[in-house]
């Protein structure tokens, strides 16, 4: 789910590169509460899923396979489905960087993710995990409070987990709190040293305060940790060009263009 399409920032930000990029999580959100101590309901059935469907991972250890060999989602739980048969989708995320096959009965069609995860948590009010991921489909709904709401539950029942810090941090970003959201990507970084995507958008957080040389060094250590992560790159490759460095941006978009060549989003940004 995160291919090299513009990131989204706050429409008050001042630099028009300067976008995060948001969960993308879209659905319907179920308007209906479960009670206390019902279940939610799991996928029923592939007819319930469409090929470029947006789905969500039920369980957060789920793993995507390719063949026998495991892929780990690196926190992911939102994947667009590519093909779907004989029990199985095979998803990736946005920009492709994550993809892999995963049986049916594991995702749930994002519509249905509100009221999934509601139940989950009416079931444990200390389920973190379900908090967490409630709280990225209000960031896709752009209910931002909502979205803090949860991620803040989640953070109080599992406040090491770097996740919730990073995606509480991307919700002030969009409410325009620029000095909050570094802090919370900060926070993020310590608690995991090798989270890219928290360094990525620290780096774009800087770039919308104009500190661009804070933003090169957090975008460039960003691309350190995962070199070959095109999100990353684009995101430089676009901050560079905004800052009237075109050097540097035109060298980023070679490289993309020489892992994507037939990608037109790639020449559109250029």
């Given at each position: 789910?995160i291919?090299?399409?513009?990131d989204?920032?706050?429409?008050?930000?001042?630099c028009?590169a300067?976008?995060?990029?948001?969960?993308l999580?879209?659905?319907?959100l179920?308007?209906?509460?479960?009670?206390?101590?019902?279940?939610?309901?799991?996928?029923?059935a592939s007819?319930?899923l469409?090929?470029?469907?947006?789905?969500?991972?039920?369980e957060?250890g789920?793993?995507?396979?390719?063949?026998?060999?495991?892929?780990?989602s690196?926190?992911?739980?939102?994947?667009?489905v590519?093909r779907?048969?004989?029990?199985?989708?095979?998803?990736?995320?946005e920009?492709?960087?994550?993809?892999?096959?995963?049986?049916?009965?594991h995702?749930?069609?994002l519509?249905?993710g509100?009221?999934?995860?509601s139940?989950?948590i009416?079931?444990d009010?200390k389920?973190?995990?379900?908090?967490?991921?409630r709280?990225r489909?209000?960031?896709?709904?752009e209910?931002w409070?909502?979205a803090?709401?949860?991620?803040?539950a989640?953070?109080?029942?599992?406040?090491?987990?770097?996740?919730?810090?990073?995606l509480?941090?991307?919700?002030l970003f969009?409410?325009?709190?620029l000095d909050?959201?570094i802090?919370?990507?900060?926070?993020a970084?310590?608690?995991?040293?090798?989270?890219?995507?928290?360094y990525?958008?620290r780096?774009?957080?800087?770039?919308?305060?104009?500190f661009?040389?804070?933003?090169?060094?957090?975008?460039?250590?960003?691309i350190?940790?995962d070199?070959?992560?095109?999100a990353?790159?684009m995101?430089?490759?676009k901050v560079?060009?905004?800052?009237?460095?075109h050097?540097e941006a035109?060298?980023?978009?070679?490289?993309v263009?020489r892992?994507?060549?037939?990608?037109?989003a790639?020449?559109?940004?250029?």
């Amino acid at each position: 789910m995160i291919h090299p399409s513009p990131d989204r920032a706050p429409k008050a930000a001042a630099c028009p590169a300067a976008h995060i990029s948001a969960v993308l999580v879209v659905g319907i959100l179920c308007s209906a509460s479960p009670r206390v101590g019902d279940q939610p309901a799991r996928a029923s059935a592939s007819a319930d899923l469409g090929v470029g469907e947006e789905v969500v991972l039920t369980e957060p250890g789920t793993m995507l396979r390719d063949g026998e060999r495991q892929i780990p989602s690196r926190g992911e739980r939102i994947f667009k489905v590519e093909r779907l048969g004989n029990g199985f989708a095979d998803v990736s995320t946005e920009d492709g960087a994550i993809r892999g096959w995963v049986e049916i009965d594991h995702v749930l069609p994002l519509e249905k993710g509100a009221e999934y995860f509601s139940g989950k948590i009416a079931a444990d009010p200390k389920d973190a995990q379900a908090y967490q991921t409630r709280g990225r489909i209000w960031i896709e709904k752009e209910d931002w409070e909502r979205a803090l709401a949860d991620l803040d539950a989640a953070i109080r029942l599992a406040p090491a987990d770097a996740k919730s810090h990073h995606l509480r941090a991307l919700v002030l970003f969009q409410k325009h709190q620029l000095d909050k959201a570094i802090a919370g990507f900060s926070e993020a970084i310590r608690l995991d040293p090798g989270f890219a995507v928290a360094y990525r958008d620290r780096g774009l957080a800087w770039d919308a305060k104009r500190f661009f040389d804070k933003a090169f060094e957090d975008l460039s250590e960003a691309i350190r940790l995962d070199p070959e992560n095109v999100a990353l790159v684009m995101s430089r490759a676009k901050v560079c060009s905004a800052r009237g460095r075109h050097n540097e941006a035109m060298a980023d978009y070679a490289w993309v263009l020489r892992r994507r060549p037939a990608d037109p989003a790639v020449y559109m940004a250029r």
